[in-house]
């Protein structure tokens, strides 16, 4: 196998994370966990969500969060933004980045964000058109792509539609995301190898939820095929509280250890990933899924 020398980690925990969690974690230890994970040479942070706090209580307190972290040169800061309101927020909070997203499968579509997804074309494509109007960075999320929690099987064609209509609004990166960690590894080269056909590589990047376990092999398989960029979550949290069933994502140590042994460079430090782990793991109270961080507390003991 002919492996990418660089990747790119894009850590989502302080959002997709936090999310799912029925426990408020205060804006102050977001704040300090968000903090240490800057110092980490991660290069992409996504912070936290400029949608409905009812929606998503955990995440209330973004602006809060935005304003009082210290911002690292080279670390982009980006939030999701779901509609205008979210936008004004969002640009209030001085992101970098701002994160659009829907489903490919109409239901999941409908349950998360209100819409059906003709009626969400619209709304994300002046949030993308203002966004880089304001010299922001834009980044799409298809979520469903290898499967929805109600309406299972979900049709190739449809994850193209909207990853079309995404890319032709003018996002920078398009992520694609497997909410309910259902995907295997060669279901992922079979939809990579459609849509590589249509969208470049190097503006792709893969979001696996390890919900079955198959999210490293997951990894591999996109590795395989040329994509270089992968959305990850510090201690493997994570999950859409509108995807029943969904649970973390790929932990983020756990993929640093996996691509640092084959000697693929993210220039993200496993240490302090495996610290900012462990400080979150405690502030949320349970064991979290990552397999890197139980293994490393485990040798401690
Ligand atoms: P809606 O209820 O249809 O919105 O929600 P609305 O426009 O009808 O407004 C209703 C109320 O919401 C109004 O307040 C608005 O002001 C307020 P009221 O008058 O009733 O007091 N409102 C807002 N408040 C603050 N910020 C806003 C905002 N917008 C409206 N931005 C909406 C539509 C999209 C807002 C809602 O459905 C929502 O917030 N959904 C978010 C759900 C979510 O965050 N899901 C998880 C993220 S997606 C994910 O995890 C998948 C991903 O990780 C990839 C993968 O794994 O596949 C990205
Ligand atoms: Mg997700």
């Known amino acids: 196998m002919k492996w990418p020398k660089t990747i790119t980690i894009k850590e989502v925990g302080p959002r997709d994370g936090l999310q799912n ?5 205060p804006t102050k230890d977001k704040i300090a966990w968000i903090n240490e994970l800057s110092k980490s040479g991660l290069t992409s942070i996504e912070v936290t969500s400029f949608v409905n706090p009812r929606w998503i209580p955990a995440l209330a307190d973004a602006a809060d969060v935005m304003a009082g972290i210290n911002r690292e040169p ?3 800061y980006s939030a999701l933004v779901p509609n205008r309101q979210g936008l004004e927020r969002a640009f209030a909070a001085d992101i970098d980045e701002a994160a659009v997203f829907m489903s490919a499968s109409e239901t999941h579509n409908v349950k998360n964000i209100n819409k059906t997804i003709t009626d969400t074309l619209p709304v994300l494509k002046e949030i993308v058109q203002d966004a880089k109007a304001a010299d922001k ?8 792509v290898f499967g929805c929690p109600y309406e299972g099987v979900v049709d190739i064609e449809a994850v193209v539609r909207v990853t ?38 190097d503006k792709l990047a893969m979001h696996f939820h390890d919900t079955r376990g198959t999210a490293l092999a997951n990894v591999l398989a996109s590795l395989d095929m040329g994509i270089t960029v992968f959305d990850s979550s510090v201690g493997g949290l994570g999950g859409c ?34 610290a900012a782990s462990a400080f979150i793991q405690e502030k949320i109270g349970r064991a979290l899924p990552s397999k890197n961080l139980q293994a490393a507390g485990a040798h401690d003991k």
Not at 137 to 144: C, N
Not at 182 to 201: G, H, I, M, S, T
Not at 250 to 272: F, S
């Open 21 to 25: 969690e029925k426990i408020f974690i």
């Open 74 to 76: 080279g670390v982009s």
């Open 137 to 144: 960075k834009t980044r799409g999320y298809v979520s469903t």
């Open 164 to 201: 079309e209509s995404l890319f032709d609004m003018g996002i920078d990166e398009l992520s694609l995301g497997d909410t309910i960690g259902v995907a295997n590894p060669r279901q992922v080269q079979e939809v990579l190898d459609v849509l590589l056909k249509r969208f470049p590589a």
């Open 241 to 274: 509280p509108y995807a029943p069933g969904a649970s973390g994502n790929a932990a983020t140590e756990d993929v640093l250890y996996m691509l640092h042994g084959m000697g693929i460079h993210t220039g993200v430090n496993d240490r302090q990933i495996l």
